[in-house]
């Protein structure tokens, strides 16, 4: 393993722990995150949600997390609250480790931003 996905792992095991600590439950995975994620920008708090409100939480937290870096930006918000999100520049090819890759370093980007926490 490189030395930066090992600083990239311990940084996700971090942020994972700190989760742990508020929500008393280790997130599973990434989509445990992203679910997360997207409950936080919708904004209503927890919620009973069905099976593709959940599928659409997880696609708000990651065209939130990408648009930190300019892949996605708001394009509006509907009359029941949920934000809607448009590509602005085509994102790159990866295979699925790369992907989830990328999306763990927008996470936490995501995280030091929204909250000022760094994670290191």
Same mark, same amino acid.
């Given at each position: 393993?490189?030395k ?8 996700? !095991?971090?942020?994972?722990a700190?989760?742990?600590?508020l929500?008393?439950?280790k *997130?599973?995975? &990434?989509n ?5 994620? !997207?409950v936080?920008e919708l !904004? =209503?708090?927890?919620?009973v949600?069905?099976?593709?409100? =959940?599928q659409?939480l997880?696609?708000?937290a990651?065209? =939130?997390?990408l648009? &930190?870096?300019?892949f996605?930006?708001?394009d509006?918000?509907? @009359?029941?609250g949920?934000p809607?999100?448009?590509?602005? =520049?085509? &994102? *790159?090819?990866l295979?699925?480790?790369? @992907? %989830?890759?990328m999306?763990k370093l927008?996470? &936490?980007e995501?995280? %030091?931003k929204?909250?000022?926490? @760094?994670?290191?």
């Amino acid at each position: 393993m490189f030395k930066k996905d090992l600083d990239l792992e311990i940084r996700w !095991g971090k942020l994972l722990a700190g989760l742990t600590g508020l929500f008393q439950k280790k *997130p599973a995975d &990434l989509n445990a995150v992203l679910f997360i994620i !997207g409950v936080q920008e919708l !904004g =209503k708090g927890i919620c009973v949600f069905s099976k593709e409100e =959940k599928q659409d939480l997880m696609h708000i937290a990651v065209c =939130k997390v990408l648009s &930190l870096s300019g892949f996605y930006e708001l394009d509006f918000i509907d @009359q029941d609250g949920w934000p809607h999100w448009k590509l602005t =520049k085509e &994102l *790159p090819h990866l295979n699925a480790a790369e @992907q %989830e890759k990328m999306l763990k370093l927008h996470v &936490l980007e995501y995280f %030091e931003k929204e909250f000022e926490t @760094q994670i290191d």
